[in-house]
């Protein structure tokens, strides 16, 4: 019998066009904590840039996902760094889906907000689905997570089977840091972020971070992705508009764009703003490539 994504509806178009037709949109939520409307927590440790023991988000997932919606919180307000995992199995088990996930959070309640992480990756139905983190700061004792499968729609069109992390930093719990220069409105040098990309992607989530900085100022800033060569690079993506905030905070803190990038291609990142700190104009960059076919 074919699935869903190999049946097509053949339209009345001289051609003979068949459009592939998918599921219709469906999701299924775990995490939420309704007597704290939030998310479920689980403390970060005692020991920072120390990723802590899985906690369990979803004993089984009631779905397939062609995507996963994730949202990732602080449990205290605290300047802070974070780099989160999702892992699949039985407890004991668990291997990592998603790695190191960046989410950069603030000292003040205006900095203190949750992050909504988009990530076109399958899981199984009957999957048992898990978290765990690590933070720069011993202070930041908790983090806070809900996982919304997606299925159906866009997300089965775009799904991928493998996630593959380039730039983050483990030993800070941050990304790579990206530095404009000490020249304002004028781009500073590419910044590596993979020598050579391990898995071709088709498309791909940025994720941004503050650098544990507790004292940022606010600035402007254009964002570049390109590809190639030290000294060659061509860009892929150009002028990404971003603003960081004196409230230790960056936006957009995440996005995920329809960009591909082959195997053993450099990757790299630059940037330009309106600051010239030598603190507070430097950024944290992580990408997650998304590669592979459906199920």
């Known amino acids: 019998m074919l699935r869903n994504t190999d049946k097509g509806l053949k339209l009345g178009h001289p051609l003979g066009l068949v459009v592939p037709r998918y599921e219709p949109y469906a999701e299924s939520t775990g995490g939420a904590n309704a007597a704290g409307s939030g998310g ?5 440790g005692a020991v920072a840039n120390t990723k802590t023991g899985w906690t369990q988000i979803i004993a089984s997932s009631s779905q397939r996902a062609d995507g996963l ?12 760094d974070y780099l989160v995992d999702i892992g699949i199995g039985g407890a004991g088990s668990e291997t990592v889906l998603l790695s190191n996930l960046l989410y950069s959070v603030g000292s003040s309640a205006t900095g203190f907000g949750p992050i909504s992480i988009f ?3 399958y899981v199984a139905p009957g999957t048992r689905i898990s978290a765990r983190a690590q933070s720069s700061d011993t202070s930041a004792v908790g983090v806070s997570v809900i996982v919304r499968l997606i299925k159906g729609g866009t997300a089965e069109r ?3 089977t493998v996630a593959t992390t380039y730039g983050a930093d483990t030993s800070d719990s941050g990304g790579t840091a990206v530095d404009p ?11 590596e972020i993979s020598a050579s990309v391990s898995v071709g992607f088709d498309s791909c989530l940025l994720l941004f971070g503050q650098r544990n900085n507790a004292s940022n100022a606010n600035q402007n800033m254009l964002l570049d992705i390109g590809v190639g060569a030290s000294g060659s690079e061509s860009v892929i993506f150009a002028d990404m508009y971003m603003r960081i905030l004196d409230v230790e905070q960056i936006y957009p ?3 995920w764009l329809p960009i591909s990038v082959k ?5 790299a990142a630059r940037c330009q703003c309106s600051g010239i700190d030598a603190t507070d104009r430097v950024i944290d960059l992580v990408v997650v490539g998304f590669s592979g076919g459906p199920k």
């Open 119 to 121: 990530c076109p990756i």
């Open 69 to 80: 919606l994730i949202t990732v919180s602080p449990s205290n307000v605290a300047t802070a």
């Open 158 to 160: 775009i799904r991928s």
């Open 40 to 44: 479920t927590d689980f403390a970060v």
């Open 181 to 191: 220069g000490g020249s304002a409105h004028t781009k500073g040098a590419w910044t």
């Open 263 to 267: 195997q053993g291609q450099r990757l």
């Open 253 to 255: 803190n995440c996005i």
